[in-house]
T-cell receptor, first 113, second 115 residues
C-alpha cells in the first residue's frame, strides 16, 4: 500500500481552468513538500508546509496542510500552459533528522492553450 | 540557495559494464544523501539513504551489490551501477539534506541507458 496517496494521477485541462491535486495518508507527517518536475530534470521544491491547517500561496498556487497533518492539497487558479509538468507531494515522518521523504505517485498535469 | 550537482546528465553504456554517478553538494555539507530511481511518468522510488562515513541503508528490494553507494565526504556521494543490464535503464536522481538548509535539494538527474 502507498503511504501517501496522490490524486488524480493524470489531469488534462484547458488554459484558464482551476484544478486541485490531493495527497492523503493515514500517517501524520512532520512536514510535507510539493515539488514540480520537468522531463529530464530533478524535482524543484515549490513549498514546504509544517503546521497543521497551514495555507501558503505562491502566485496562482495555493497549498494547504490538513489540520491533522495527514493530508495536503495544491490548488492552481487559472492554469497556464507553463504549469504543465509532474507535480509531486512528499512527506517527512521524522521531525528531527531530515530523514527520507515518502513520495506520492505524482500528478501529470497538461494545460492546453 | 543550496545546490546539488549531479554528473553525468546522461550516459549510455554497454550491457555488463559499470557506471558511476556522482552527486555533489556545492555550497553546503550534506549530512544525508538519498538516491532515487524514476521510470517515465512515474514518481520517485527511494533506493537508498547514505550518511557520510557509514554504510548506506537500502530499501527493500534494492540489490546492494548491484547498486554500490559510497558517501566518502560530506559533499560527495556516488552511485555505481555494476554489471548493468537493459532493465537498469532509468532516470536516477540524488538529493541531499542538512539541518542547515532545512529541507532537501535534488540533483538534476542522470538518464542511464544500457544497450
Amino acid at each position: 500500500t502507498q503511504l501517501l496517496e496522490q490524486s488524480p494521477q493524470f489531469l488534462s485541462i484547458q488554459e484558464g481552468e482551476n484544478l486541485t491535486v490531493y495527497c492523503n495518508s493515514s500517517s501524520v507527517f512532520s512536514s510535507l513538500q510539493w515539488y514540480r518536475q520537468e522531463p529530464g530534470e530533478g524535482p524543484v521544491l515549490l513549498v514546504t508546509v509544517v503546521t497543521g491547517g497551514e495555507v501558503k500561496k505562491l502566485k496562482r498556487l495555493t497549498f494547504q496542510f490538513g489540520d491533522a497533518r495527514k493530508d495536503s492539497s495544491l490548488h492552481i487558479t487559472a492554469a497556464q500552459p507553463g504549469d504543465t509538468g509532474l507535480y509531486l507531494c512528499a512527506g517527512a515522518l521524522d521531525p528531527t533528522s531530515y530523514g527520507k521523504l515518502t513520495f506520492g505517485q505524482g500528478t501529470i498535469l497538461t494545460v492546453h492553450p | 540557495g543550496a545546490v546539488v550537482s549531479q554528473h553525468p546528465s546522461w550516459v549510455i553504456c554497454k550491457s555488463g559494464t559499470s557506471v558511476k554517478i556522482e552527486c555533489r553538494s556545492l555550497d553546503f555539507q550534506a549530512t544525508t544523501m538519498f538516491w532515487y530511481r524514476q521510470f517515465p511518468k512515474q514518481s520517485l522510488m527511494l533506493m537508498a539513504t547514505s550518511n557520510e562515513g557509514s554504510k548506506a541503508t537500502y530499501e527493500q528490494g534494492v540489490e546492494k551489490d548491484k547498486f554500490l553507494i559510497n558517501h566518502a565526504s560530506l559533499t560527495l556521494s556516488t552511485l555505481t551501477v555494476t554489471s548493468a543490464h537493459p532493465e537498469d535503464s532509468s532516470f536516477y536522481i540524488c538529493s541531499a539534506s542538512s539541518p542547515r538548509i532545512y529541507g532537501y535539494t535534488f540533483g538534476s538527474g542522470t538518464r542511464l541507458t544500457v544497450v
